[in-house]
């Protein structure tokens, strides 16, 4: 708090939380605030927070409210798409991703409006601030950074509800009540973590999801859907051409109809704690198994067994919030170097909670019916040169076992 | 086939190409047969193949049937359960794990008997002959093997049966109007390729199935149970203590009533050529997944992590029949050493052709709700800290901004 | 030996194996052969090839020489070098790197004068083979391959020689007596191995050595010199620009006369079995050494970590014969995303057998010695983020110490 | 400095600094402190420490002097040399891996004396800090740490001086007049750094090293030595057996005399910032050098290029102070796995600041002559196998070729 702040940029969201840490932020500080509201999909009408920021006495031209909805899915969600990212085996990233994003805004509209600072409403045990900070810092090394969850001591939610009343901040009432759990949300998938959900033996109670139907209330019958890659990117449901935000919101239709991307999780979080987590990915979860559809028929064996190798580093980075990092960077450009030919169609069937690829192809398919075929190849494959294959590769195993058996 | 071959140990199905290799080997290499027969759970009787290598002048001292389902289970799936190990990210491995148990019980037999060679009736296409002689080569580094698919001129069905008929070897009617695709099958999973799966965009006929029920015909209410591990290994279902073998027979049940561990999958063979399956590994899905349910709340993030890395490779090893190797073994120590806390019990819903985890608990558990609450954490983490972390995790990207943003 | 040949383009050297294998290809296989002879930077003359060619009734149209130095250190040599690749912790990779050149050019002219197959002189048990097929293979996928060493008979010198005398192929004098070693050479290096070499317990005998004088009868008085390099690659020796086959020429020229880059090696083939090889590696020992030097100031830590981990699949790669393969080029693409301000000078001290680096400037140094100082450094780096740094990498080993110990 | 201590164990030299540290805990703690001073081989003697200590004040009870010489060694460098650990490709990691045992020992000392805190004096911008700490945390989790120079305000040199003389800390004159680099030293190495070494582009003055002579001043006669490993571990020199400890210390005695093992580097630190520093390691060197040597004739290939690949991994856990993290020893387990054989004799050749390996040979060699010679290996290996082992792993790369060129 040492240093005088003159300007700072606030993500700020128009809830309960960000609004006292608008007016803490000017209080504290006795700086101007300029307010940075995005559309990142997250479901929620964004003309409140205008109002809101308005009266909390920022200026009409220090509020800024943003459609980043297919830069997100775009620049984002697609290149870790491509890359099948998973992280600790299961988890779509859908928080990890949409942070550098909002630094990245956050970081032009300081540019923009000459602001010395930003900050965001992220606490001090979780992920995002770390994520918020180090795509702060990459891309403006020199920018302050204000964590309120980190300086101030409304440590309570009963002292953050007091002083929001002091300063005339409304409090709907199940605020007031304490939800009993917390959300983040996005284009591509709601979490879930906190009070209800801590106990990891507990399941998770039905009225935490959101985004999809329980997948005993889904259709009885199967959806049969198709989806068209071009380079490792989705473009087409069902032969229709789509936007990727257009296309990703079509997916998440079909996946929460179906009860499609549902995770319990118990992950391990960059601050060095376990934590609980309930996640809805419907459409990211169905975008993931039909990328890994197209590449079965596209991608060389040596290029896929490459990125599977490298998927578990490059999705620690983007959990950890590495985005705008060098090495998150080198394994873009290996793994983007292998999509060219990602190019074809999947066909999946929905149903009850899941996804399943029942069909690929493409123009550019590597697999072979005449070289792979039970039937005669006509020679497209001599299988007498599988003794040679098999006793080049065993020479060293023979060697070995003379030596050791 | 310049050698004399003496006595030669075959891996002996008792079906028509075993048998048929069984008698062309007897009149090719004018040799002894020794016939071994092991039950992997595939699920079919074996005294008939007894009778049929009787008939075919084996001696009854060289007849082997044995029964290695607990070793199948206990030394091979279990330890690679452990790994997560999945190829390509979606295939458990079924056929491939089995091979190399099938080639150390043939080794040990041909030092039994004295044989001098052995034999095994993989085509000159697939990965199963670079398993098998792999795996016959690691252990007995001067054995001599025979492929007789890659030897001898029998390379149509027709020409097979002309054989089998030409030496009253008898063939059923469905071999005689070919089988539309052809299976393995174990305690682990059932594979089917060929034929009428040979085209990747044409959905798996239902018929090809033969462990799990459509999902779509499963029950329509869900089903829980609990899987309790000792050290990494599955010891228990719903509170029974249960062998390996009994165990993963209890669960490929579940799985089939529930239709669990369909895979529709194009993959990368070994020898070069991408390959259609489909493969049904009710239990084993089951338990893949319990297995990270369980890491997850006993598993450190720096053992998690370095597994997740490791995985791909040797899940690569094990596809491409590196079993008995070194480098297998290095990795199976690392993971091995990770397990010694992964004790504990998970919790999951079955329903409609999925799996769920949707609880889990362990006394080594390593999540702490008391650091994780977001609630008053009376001390145990200092939100403060979280400063320093990043701005140190940040200092070199600041340090890289300044020169190049 | 069975398809027709018409036309086959043979690597050729003008020496004794390839001369007899001009010959017995135009008798086995009754073809017109056409030679093609590299300049690589070995240091013979070439034009005594072209004779031999035409004395072997070659058409002149038919014999290709091409200078090829240039291409192979800048498209070859110096991607390599970007990677700091080293094949078992040691080797530079001087043969490797050479075939996939050798292998290109084949093909084009391959495609150029309407061959339908290509030939080389490598042997059966090399890795060279290995190398020159996958890349005509790679490039050319329907070509032949005419691998003389492992179809013809004449497996040993005394019949190689008979063949030559038999069809008037100059043989001379030391050739008779058998070389007691063979050796392979071109701008990057020497290598020398068989006979006198096959004792791996055995020194390597001085008379072997070609490229470098013993480091005893190198200079008593050290050299210094400065590599500027502009991104990734070396520009200029002592501020002289050059390109890429001059810098390498004259930094071979300064290691042969300090002894730098001589090793004896003992390396597993990817055929499956381990030789011992001799290498000579002047120019290269130097430059791979000067490369980590300007990276130590200008790579940031995440970008080199992630270079060194992927740098020994990189190098078994090209060491294997994958250079026109996938996952190479994936690799490479990542490589090269690092290396963009990799820009500076390296200084050197060449002394008796050894490089030392002794300085390293950058434009775009990321060290900076305002951060390090043990002085005041009036804020660059606030020492109290360390605890905070530790406390929470601590966290997860303090949560399994309380666990565990 | 919120918690009351009662009772620290100090990490003590005896030298100014943590004179000076013993003395500020006592008064700004109001504590007992306990010292510890280890013989790691740095090369001083430990009983005035004991003097210094006691005429601190400290109870004769309290000071502990343990000579952990071959405990370090043999459970510490010799593990780290099976993994032919290098960080950054260069450096042998001659700091980090004392400071776990340092931590260790400070632990179980801690426990003895039943204290509540430990203490050391690594500064805050170092790695040392974080090495002390993890190991701390991780082997007691709830101990309290003091980091003295994160603390207190004695952030000069005069400060400290005048700290010093104010409590009658005997300053010796060269401390007066600042030393012009700062070093650490053990068994291993010793390192410098600061002041003089801080600018990257300015050679090392001669002045710096003190292990080592200057290889211009190094005999002009090589010298040959033998080097005998067991299991991976070096046991013998020329013949003569010897124990962990005292055979580096002999290493190191060879190594001083041919000025062998000096690096001067520019490294990343943990904390991220890049630092410059030179380290002498003379017996490490060779030592390491050594060990390449016998696993290239006793390694299989597999065994070998996974321990390349993980090594980095390894190197910059230990880097990075996790030397007690499950991640680091599961990478032991897989090391420690592919060492059972590596067991033989390397011979060297030492001259003027390089050591080369010029024989190897060993009971457990994988090294065939047979089948490696260019001459009649009498079937050991049939050449006709390259085509298929070939043609197969082309397969992939045909395809792609018909696909993509």
Redesign the interface.
């Known amino acids: 708090m040492s240093d005088k702040i003159n300007r700072v940029v606030l993500a700020y969201s128009g809830g309960l939380d960000t609004s006292v840490i608008l007016k803490w932020l000017q209080q504290t500080y006795q700086c101007e605030v300029v307010t940075f509201t995005a559309d990142l999909g997250q479901g929620e009408e964004l003309e409140p927070a205008r109002r809101k920021a308005e009266m909390a006495g920022v200026k009409p031209e220090h509020i800024f409210i943003d459609d980043l909805r297919e830069e997100f899915v775009g620049d984002f969600v697609y290149p870790m798409m491509r890359a099948?990212a998973l992280y600790?085996?299961?988890y779509l990233l859908g928080t990890s991703i949409a942070r550098p994003l909002i630094a990245k805004r956050q970081i032009e509209i300081a540019r923009q409006v000459n602001a010395d600072a930003v900050s965001h409403g992220a606490?001090?045990?979780g992920n995002d601030?770390?994520r918020f900070?180090?795509g702060y810092?990459?891309?403006?090394?020199?920018i302050k950074v204000i964590?309120p969850?980190?300086e101030w001591d409304l440590?309570?939610r009963t002292r953050l509800i007091e002083f929001a009343e002091a300063h005339q901040i409304p409090v709907s009432k199940d605020k007031r009540g304490e939800a009993p759990f917390?959300t983040d949300a996005n284009l591509l998938h709601t979490s879930s973590e906190?009070?209800v959900l801590?106990?990891?033996?507990?399941?998770?109670p039905d009225y935490v999801f959101s985004r999809t139907v329980n997948?005993?209330d889904a259709p009885?019958t199967?959806e049969i859907i198709t989806i068209d890659f071009e380079r490792g990117d989705a473009v087409a449901i069902n032969g229709e051409g789509l936007s990727p935000a257009s296309l990703l919101t079509k997916l998440n239709e079909l996946g929460r109809v179906h009860g499609i991307g549902?995770l319990?999780?118990?992950?391990?979080r960059f601050?060095?704690?376990?934590?609980?987590g309930m996640y809805e990915t419907p459409g990211g979860t169905i975008l993931h198994l039909a990328h890994?559809g197209i590449e079965?028929?596209t991608?060389?064996?040596?290029?896929?067994?490459?990125?599977?190798?490298l998927?578990?580093?490059y999705a620690?980075l983007i959990y950890n919030g590495?985005w705008?990092?060098?090495?998150r960077?080198?394994?873009q450009?290996?793994?983007?170097?292998?999509q060219e030919?990602v190019t074809g169609t999947v066909?999946l069937?929905l149903?009850?909670?899941?996804a399943?690829?029942?069909?690929?192809?493409s123009p550019?398919?590597?697999?072979?019916?005449k070289?792979?075929?039970?039937e005669?190849d006509q020679g497209a494959?001599?299988?007498?040169?599988?003794?040679?294959?098999?006793?080049?590769?065993?020479?060293?195993?023979?060697?070995?076992?003379?030596?050791?058996?």
Chains 1, 2, 3, 4 share one sequence.
Request: glycine share 6%; aromatic share 8%.
């Open positions: 099948n600790e085996g299961l606490t001090g045990k601030q770390v900070e180090l810092y990459a891309l403006a090394p020199d964590a969850w980190r440590t309570s917390s906190g009070k801590e106990d990891p033996w507990e399941e998770v997948p005993e009885d199967p549902r319990d999780l118990v992950e391990n601050v060095g704690m376990k934590s609980r890994r079965q028929v991608l060389d064996r040596g290029a896929a067994h490459l990125k599977d190798e998927m578990p580093r620690e590495f705008f990092s060098p090495e960077e080198m394994l450009a290996a793994i983007d170097h292998s030919k066909r069937k149903y009850k909670g899941a399943h690829i029942i069909g690929r192809k550019y398919s590597l697999y072979s019916e070289v792979v075929t039970f005669d494959y001599d299988q007498r040169d599988a003794e040679g294959f098999i006793k080049l590769n065993a020479l060293r195993l023979r060697l070995l076992g003379r030596r050791d058996r």
